[in-house]
């Protein structure tokens, strides 16, 4: 499977980016995630979705702030982020995971596809 992230961009705080994941196949049999980077920092977790559930958990950093939604006609991901801080600069991927898990994995391991990642940059 392919994933494509876009979306991405310069952004002043406290305003809005809508990331997109295309992905190659259909997203049903997938739980899905997006994770950042950033400078001189570890790839960390920001929000996922198990592919039987409804509903995504979050990072606390982003709870509140951040939605992610899935249409699955269109096999498509998204992140929309709201409220943005400088803080949330970062190279933004989307990732796709077949392993079995109990819950949404929070991990960068419990995914074994990604995407590109597409630059979030939040000036202050």
């Known amino acids: 499977v392919q994933l494509q992230a876009s979306g991405g961009g310069l952004v002043q705080a406290g305003g809005s980016l809508r990331l997109s994941c295309a992905v190659s196949?259909?997203?049903?049999?997938?739980?899905m995630g997006w994770f950042r980077q950033a400078p001189g920092k570890e790839r960390e977790f920001v929000a996922g979705?198990?592919?039987?559930?409804?509903?995504?958990d979050y990072a606390d950093s982003v709870k509140g702030r951040f939605t992610m939604s899935r249409d699955r006609a269109k096999s498509m991901v998204y992140l929309q982020m709201n409220s943005l801080k400088p803080e949330d600069t970062a190279v933004y991927y989307c990732a796709a995971s077949t392993l079995v898990h109990s819950a949404v994995s929070y991990s960068s391991l419990g995914y074994n596809y990604w995407g590109q990642g597409t630059l979030v940059t939040v000036s202050s």
């Open positions: 196949e259909r997203i049903h049999n997938y739980h």
């Open positions: 979705i198990k592919r039987s559930r409804s509903t995504a």
